[in-house]
């Protein structure tokens, strides 16, 4: 059984890869997930804005109103701006 660590990771890569059906696949995996992460949550927040594909757009704004994105949104929240930003940047790179 993998890591949900590792499940997370590899879902992340393929989230920010340019490959459109590699996107899609990550978008569909996580509909099948019970726990997220704070760099995912950003990164599909990221996707539903500036996402050329409108297919793969509208399947990040249904993934960020999964209970699992909900819950990392409500502790996102929570989190100081400076920890914010910096998860931001780690993602823009």
């Not at 992340?12 to 099948?32: P, T």
């Not at 960020?64 to 930003?85: F, Y």
């Amino acid at each position: 059984m993998t890591e949900p660590e590792e499940v997370l990771r590899n879902i992340l890569n393929d989230l920010k890869s340019v490959d459109d059906d590699k996107r899609m696949q990550a978008l569909v995996e996580i509909k099948s997930l019970k726990y997220s992460s704070q760099a995912v949550r950003l990164q599909l927040e990221q996707i539903a804005l500036h996402d050329k594909n409108r297919y793969i757009k509208r399947e990040a704004i249904n993934a960020l109103d999964l209970p699992a994105s909900r819950n990392v949104q409500a502790k996102l929240l929570s989190m100081p701006k400076r920890d914010r930003d910096m998860i931001l940047n780690e993602i823009d790179q």
